[in-house]
């Protein structure tokens, strides 16, 4: 069975631009949660998507913002990147998206570099 | 609003050392779960446990074990006899609900281990 698979695994941007991200969940699952991970705040919650709708939000501007297809693959988007924008972004997967009944699945992450 | 902290940030150790890495949590919640993660170098975290707080018992599992204590809010998780492969970085996490039935996790900053031949 396939694990989470996200792409790019590398990516590099200027400020000012934006990006997207792409996550393809394990098969099966419809729950797709996005963290963001730097040295300084350490794992952030973005959101998550269940069935192509948003159920949660974290802190985060605006100017992140994702969406969730028909066959459960997810992308973020960040418009008007900015430096400390930099981060793995890490995707996790999962049949509900409740973490405390089954297991999370978690890609290897996109790693973004703003410059 | 729920808190993970991780006292430690790294530590390095030489094989076949006990390590043990130290996690605090806050919460209101009276019933709520707590995990622990691994992050090898690839980058995908990985699960190792979770448990509940109505569930005090001591887990063992190989090497690792985990000590839950409600009264100091504390999850500690130990590795017996460490070995390089452990070498990663381990996170301890709070489950956190929302209404509509979704959760996210609450992290620590997490803790880098070096296990050194």
């Known amino acids: 069975k396939a694990g989470v698979t996200q792409t790019p695994r590398y990516l590099i941007k200027t400020r000012g631009q934006q990006v997207t991200l792409s996550c393809s969940p394990i098969?099966?699952?419809?729950?797709v949660s996005w963290y963001q991970q730097t040295p300084g705040q350490g794992l952030q919650f973005l959101f998550e998507?269940?069935?192509?709708?948003?159920?949660n939000k974290g802190n985060f501007p605006g100017r992140f913002s994702g969406r969730q297809f028909s066959n459960s693959r997810s992308e973020m988007n960040v418009s008007t990147l900015e430096l400390g924008d930099s981060a793995l972004y890490l995707c996790?997967?999962?049949?509900?998206?409740?973490?405390?009944?089954?297991?999370?699945?978690f890609g290897s992450g996109t790693q973004l570099s703003v410059l | 609003a729920q808190k993970v902290t991780q006292a430690q940030t790294e530590i390095s150790v030489v094989e076949k050392e006990d390590v043990t890495l130290d996690c605090v949590y806050e919460?209101?919640?009276?019933?709520?779960?707590l995990f622990w993660y691994k992050q090898p170098p690839s980058g995908e975290l990985v699960f190792l446990i979770r448990?509940?707080?109505?569930?005090?018992q001591n887990e063992i599992s190989g090497r690792y074990s985990w000590n839950f204590q409600k009264s100091t809010s504390s999850f500690n998780f130990t590795i017996t006899a460490s070995q390089v492969v452990d070498s990663a970085v381990y996170f301890c996490?709070?489950?956190?609900?929302?209404?509509?039935?979704?959760?996210?996790?609450?992290f620590g900053k997490g803790m880098k281990l070096t296990v050194n031949p």
């Open positions: 996790a997967s999962s049949l509900t998206g409740m973490a405390t009944n089954e297991k999370l699945f």
């Open positions: 996490a709070l489950s956190e609900a929302y209404e509509g039935g979704s959760e996210k996790l609450v």
């Open positions: 919460t209101r919640d009276t019933t709520y779960y």
């Open positions: 998507y269940f069935s192509e709708t948003q159920r």
């Open positions: 098969s099966g699952h419809r729950s």
């Open positions: 448990r509940n707080s109505f569930d005090e």
